[in-house]
């Protein structure tokens, strides 16, 4: 598991060392107007609510971060991403399967659920996919090339074969 998130998350390293800040931030494609900026800040600022209440065995997805500065700049991308990495590397198997506290509003008010950290961060990890599908559609309205084919490809999801 840590190693497939490890693997993930050098996608967006690898995409933000390939852009200009000027891209980076564009924030002018429709539907959302929402920049590659925007979705790396957020897709990291959730794994950082799930790492940093770790250590309490409570995890609140709204105490996000939300720092605007990371969704300017490619180096603040890169920084963040290498931080989330360096505490990721730090978990053992023995880690996933503490059992935590995951709260979050999801449109009603805050709920909370037991779960361990392993399955919390298997679907984080599914989000950060999701959300570099976002990425890649941003991407691809640029001209941008993508890193790699798997970019934002959730690994369960059958590929078309082109005839």
């Given at each position: 598991?840590?190693?497939?998130?490890?693997?993930?998350?050098?996608?967006?390293?690898?995409?933000?060392?390939?852009?200009?800040?000027?891209?980076?931030?564009?924030?002018?494609?429709?539907?959302?107007?929402?920049?590659?900026?925007?979705?790396?800040?957020?897709?990291?600022?959730?794994?950082?609510?799930?790492?940093?209440?770790?250590?309490?065995?409570?995890?609140?997805?709204?105490?996000?971060?939300?720092?605007?500065?990371?969704?300017?700049?490619?180096?603040?991308?890169?920084?963040?991403?290498?931080?989330?990495?360096?505490?990721?590397?730090?978990?053992?198997?023995?880690?996933?399967?503490?059992?935590?506290?995951?709260?979050?509003?999801?449109?009603?008010?805050?709920?909370?659920?037991?779960?361990?950290?392993?399955a919390v961060l298997m679907q984080t990890q599914s989000?950060?996919?999701?959300?570099?599908?976002?990425?890649?559609?941003?991407?691809?309205?640029?001209?941008?090339?993508?890193?790699?084919?798997?970019?934002?490809?959730?690994?369960?999801?059958?590929?078309?074969?082109?005839?």
């Amino acid at each position: 598991m840590i190693a497939a998130i490890e693997q993930n998350l050098q996608r967006g390293i690898k995409l933000l060392t390939t852009i200009s800040d000027d891209e980076y931030a564009n924030n002018t494609i429709p539907p959302y107007f929402s920049s590659i900026g925007c979705h790396v800040r957020h897709i990291l600022d959730v794994f950082s609510c799930v790492l940093n209440g770790f250590d309490d065995k409570k995890i609140d997805l709204t105490l996000r971060e939300r720092n605007e500065y990371i969704e300017l700049k490619t180096a603040s991308g890169i920084a963040y991403f290498e931080l989330i990495l360096q505490k990721i590397k730090l978990l053992s198997n023995d880690d996933l399967q503490t059992e935590v506290i995951i709260t979050d509003d999801l449109g009603k008010g805050k709920v909370s659920s037991k779960s361990t950290l392993g399955a919390v961060l298997m679907q984080t990890q599914s989000h950060a996919i999701h959300h570099f599908a976002s990425v890649g559609y941003i991407v691809n309205q640029l001209n941008i090339e993508l890193p790699d084919s798997d970019f934002g490809y959730n690994p369960s999801t059958p590929k078309k074969v082109e005839n």
